[in-house]
Nanobody, 123 residues
Framework: QVQLVESGGGLVQAGGSLRLSCAASGRTFSSYYVGWFRQAPGKEREFVAATMSSGGSTYHADSVKGRFTVSRDNAKNTVYLQMNSLKLEDTAVYYC????????????????WGQGTQVTVSS
C-alpha cells in the first residue's frame, strides 16, 4: 500500500491560486493512478482530477476544467493539483488517493488516502 501526504492548502481570495502537493511513499509510485477528491461540509466526497501512472492521460471534473490541472513528477513521487481562478464553492478538504480498483470517479474505488488539506476561498 502507498502512503500519501497532502500539503499546500490554505486561505485564498476568490480568483486566486493555490498548488496542492501529494507526496507518496511505499511501493512503486509510478505504477499507480493518483487522484484528487474534495469534501465540503455536509456534502459527499467528490472527484476532482486524476492522472494515469505514466502521467500521459489526465481527467478533470467538469466543475474544475479549465481552472485546475493535475500533474505528476514520478522522480519526486509527487502529484500536484494547480488550482487557478478559485471560487467560493471550491472551499473543501482536498484529499489525494491512489490505486483505484474500479471507476476513478467514485471515492469507494480508491484504496489509499491521504489525511486531507483544507482549502478555504474567501470573498
Amino acid at each position: 500500500q502507498v502512503q500519501l501526504v497532502e500539503s499546500g492548502g490554505g486561505l485564498v481570495q476568490a480568483g486566486g491560486s493555490l498548488r496542492l502537493s501529494c507526496a507518496a511513499s511505499g511501493r512503486t509510485f509510478s505504477s499507480y493512478y493518483v487522484g484528487w477528491f474534495r469534501q465540503a461540509p455536509g456534502k459527499e466526497r467528490e472527484f476532482v482530477a486524476a492522472t494515469m501512472s505514466s502521467g500521459g492521460s489526465t481527467y478533470h471534473a467538469d466543475s474544475v476544467k479549465g481552472r485546475f490541472t493535475v500533474s505528476r513528477d514520478n522522480a519526486k513521487n509527487t502529484v500536484y493539483l494547480q488550482m487557478n481562478s478559485l471560487k467560493l464553492e471550491d472551499t473543501a478538504v482536498y484529499y489525494c488517493a491512489a490505486d483505484p480498483r474500479g471507476s476513478i470517479y467514485y471515492s469507494s474505488s480508491w484504496t489509499s488516502w491521504g489525511q486531507g488539506t483544507q482549502v478555504t476561498v474567501s470573498s
